[in-house]
């Protein structure tokens, strides 16, 4: 980005010492696109160079000073002109003077502490970036280049599986058991649904993944529900005594890990919606919250492992165990 002054002008450009060997993952931008930005973790150092290309080599630019700055800030859309930052880090690169040939400015911002998630919603934004400055008396000239921040958590120690019921005196009693309650990004959601009473005739039944996000406090809050996934788990009627499976992977979907009140801003919750529908249109559903969690890369097993593993531990049967032997079966093949 260049801004023209009174003859000369310059350009910058943000240069991360580690480009050629860090990381590039995509995030969704605010126009809903996908782009390609440099991976951070919290605690990492950000160092690389500033570099100051003059327009009109031979001719003196007069500057304020020369910064850059690391800084972690979220938008609220409703409320653009306030930026709210929870990190601000400046470094100063050259005092007040004047640029008489292009120059590079190396900076270093050690083990920065990145809290939360990079995140783009319907309603907030919180994002990470560099910001290089040229301080002028009248149009400072600078950079901005972004970066992506994923937050990374261990196994939780405590994961209860979850059992609901689903029911209407007389008419309809189901009971729905998932394996667990907190699910990390890549992970397989598996389940069993049992009809212990059957008296309406139930034509079709799903599960979805709900993403809510909440901005705001007091009055004005804002809920955004967003349908992530929809799961058909039966087409047809249903007989008492029946249970029905569940595989749900995860893999495939755009999802963000839980994020709970952030920065006293926002939070993101997921919610698994059980959706019964009967022969006269009318819906009936349970919604119970899950937590959704990112773990670091490890060495990936094919999904029909990951899923034949959980299947086991969750059946306990002699069919999941054929599942695994398949699924050895396959890795081998």
Known sequence: MSFFSFGQSAEIDVVLNDAETRKKVEHKTEDGKKDKYFLFYDGETVSGKVNVTLKNPGKRLEHHGIKIEFVGQIELYYDRGNHHEFVSLVKDLARPGEITQSQTFDFEFTHVEK???????????????????????????????????????????????????????????????????????????????????????????????????????????????????????????????????????????????????INKKFSVRYYLNLVLIDEEERRYFKQQEITLWRKGDVVRKSMSHQAAIASQRFEGSAASESALEQAAKEESG
Do not use: W
């Open 115 to 261: 809290p939360y998630e990079s995140y783009t919603g319907q309603n907030v934004k919180l994002r990470y970036f560099l910001r290089a400055t040229v301080i002028r008396r009248l149009n400072d000239i600078n950079k901005e280049m972004d970066i992506v921040v994923h937050t990374l958590s261990t196994y939780p120690e405590l994961n209860s599986s979850i059992k609901m019921e689903v029911g209407i005196e007389d008419c309809l009693h189901i009971e729905f058991e998932y394996n667990k309650s907190k699910y990390h990004l890549k992970d397989v959601i598996v389940g069993k649904i049992y009809f212990l009473l059957v008296r309406i005739k139930i034509k079709h039944m799903e599960i979805d993944i709900i993403k809510r996000e909440t901005t705001g406090t007091g009055p004005s809050v804002y809920h955004e529900n967003d349908t992530i996934a929809k799961y058909e788990i039966m087409d047809g009627a249903p007989v008492r005594g029946e249970s029905i499976p569940i595989r749900l992977f995860l893999a495939g979907y755009d999802l963000t890990p839980t994020m709970r009140d």
